[in-house]
C-alpha cells in the first residue's frame, strides 16, 4: 500500500510538471527555445529534423520520467527562466490504488534539472481532503513528491509510462 500511496502522489507531480513543460515550450519560439538553452536553468534541446520536443521528451531532458505528465498533453510553453506552462486537451483524473489524482488542463511551475517547484495544477486525494503538490524532486533512483507539509518518496520506475486520464 505504502507503493501504491507513493506512485500516486508521485504521478500527480510528475504529470503536474510535464503538462506545464508541454505548455511552455508550445507557446514560444524557435527563438526563445534557442535562448532557453543559453542559459543555466535549461538543459540543451536538439530540434534536428524533428520540430519542438514534445512534453514528455522536455521532462526527460530535465531528469525527469515521462510518467509525471498523463497521456494526452496538447502542448506547453517553456520560458528562459524555467518557469513553464503545460496544457491538457481536459482535465484528468485518475486513480493509482487507493489514490485519486487530479490534473487540471492547464499546469504551471518552475523546472530546473531535477527539480519541479511552485507547481499548479496537481492534486492527489488523502482521505476526503484534496492537497496540492506543489514541488518534485529527482534525486537518484527516487523522485520525492511535497504535497503540503507531507513528502513522499517513490521509484522512478513508478513513472516510466503516463497514466490514461478516465
Known amino acids: 500500500m505504502a507503493n501504491h500511496h507513493v506512485s500516486v502522489l508521485t504521478a ?3 504529470l503536474s510538471t510535464i ?3 508541454t505548455t511552455a515550450l508550445t507557446n514560444t519560439t524557435s ?4 535562448s532557453a538553452n543559453a542559459t543555466v536553468a535549461s538543459p ?3 530540434l534536428a529534423n524533428s520540430g519542438k520536443p514534445k512534453a514528455y521528451e522536455m521532462l526527460e531532458q530535465y531528469g ?8 494526452g498533453a496538447t502542448g506547453y510553453n517553456l520560458h528562459p527562466d524555467g518557469s513553464f506552462e503545460a496544457f491538457l486537451a481536459a482535465e484528468c483524473n485518475f486513480r493509482i490504488h487507493k489514490w485519486s489524482v487530479h490534473f487540471s488542463s492547464r499546469i504551471a511551475g518552475n523546472i530546473q534539472t531535477g527539480s519541479i517547484h511552485g507547481l499548479e495544477g496537481v492534486k ?5 481532503v484534496w492537497i496540492r503538490i506543489n514541488q518534485v524532486d529527482h534525486a537518484g533512483d527516487q523522485l520525492q513528491l511535497h504535497a503540503g507539509p507531507v513528502t513522499k518518496s517513490f521509484s522512478v520506475s513508478d513513472f516510466a ?3 490514461q486520464c478516465s
Open 12 to 14: 500527480a507531480l510528475l
Open 19 to 21: 503538462a506545464s513543460t
Open 31 to 34: 527563438t526563445t527555445i534557442a
Open 44 to 46: 540543451a534541446i536538439s
Open 64 to 71: 525527469f520520467p515521462p510518467g509525471l505528465l498523463p497521456t
Open 124 to 128: 492527489v486525494k488523502v482521505l476526503f
Open 161 to 163: 509510462s503516463s497514466p
